[in-house]
């Protein structure tokens, strides 16, 4: 489940077919089967950088978006106009991929994913103008048991992201608004980073890091999250994401899948 279709989630919902056709090529039964949940309607401003065009303003995103896949892969993944709730519960959703832009939209993925959920990982994307951040987790719920291995969620690594008042959810209300809070490649670049994660492990079973932060400021850089149960507990005490130095010295850790 993609929730969200703004800039991060149609670069991110673009890509799956990729990843569905890999996995079939490599002998999955019946690869992804894939829904997209956004309440929201494609205004004037969407259509700057976000693949929406004139014709479509007004226009559900996620109804778009599915019919825009389903087209030209042959696909029948389904397009829900609805914002996202508490009361959601994800009894068939082994994948959450949150492409939110807002504190409060992170903290229901929190709540759904939690309790007796039984999601298997929940894929947080982030951005600001300039660059961001994917991190894998496995929410702890029925399925997801306490263990000392366990992926920590982007709820659990870093606090604020679902603490409303630390957190500037404003929308951009102009397209030229829109464009300085965020440079138009961003969302493109961030997604390619999450989903070449997501088919590290649907190809090997394993992953060497569970996500990492993408800068486009001045030399591109990608610096990874490395799986680290010591490091996490380190990330935990700090109320901004760690630095660049900070990631260069934390050990690297393998983790493996079924």
Not at 4 to 18: M, V, W
Not at 34 to 56: A, H, L, W, Y
Not at 86 to 105: H, L, P
Request: with cysteine; aromatic share 8%; hydrophobic share 40%.
């Amino acid at each position: 489940m993609v929730v969200g279709c703004g800039g991060n989630g149609t670069a991110i919902a673009s890509g799956l077919p990729y990843l569905h056709q890999a996995l079939l090529a490599y002998g999955h039964p019946g690869g992804l089967h894939v829904k997209m949940v956004d309440g929201d309607t494609i205004s004037t401003t969407n259509c700057v950088r976000q693949p929406f065009c004139r014709s479509e303003i007004g226009l559900h995103k996620s109804i778009v978006l599915a019919n825009r896949l389903n087209l030209f892969w042959g696909l029948d993944w389904e397009g829900i106009p609805e914002h996202l709730s508490s009361k959601r519960r994800f009894e068939d959703v082994q994948i959450v991929i949150g492409c939110v832009d807002s504190a409060a939209a992170r903290l229901i993925i929190s709540e759904c994913t939690a309790g007796y959920s039984r999601v298997h990982y929940w894929l947080d994307l982030g951005n600001k103008s300039d660059g961001g951040q994917f991190v894998l987790g496995e929410p702890l719920n029925s399925r997801n048991h306490r263990s000392a291995v366990r992926l920590r969620t982007v709820a659990e690594l870093f606090q604020e992201v679902t603490d409303e008042q630390s957190v500037d959810d404003q929308p951009s209300c102009s397209a030229a608004q829109a464009l300085n809070r965020q440079e138009p490649f961003v969302n493109p670049t961030l997604a390619n980073h999450a989903l070449a994660l997501l088919a590290r492990l649907f190809r090997y079973g394993s992953i060497a890091y569970q996500g990492g932060f993408v800068s486009l400021a001045g030399a591109s850089r990608v610096q990874p999250l490395p799986i680290d149960p010591a490091y996490w507990a380190r990330l935990r005490k700090r109320r901004s994401p760690p630095s660049a130095r900070s990631l260069d010295r934390a050990p690297a850790r393998k983790a493996s899948f079924q």
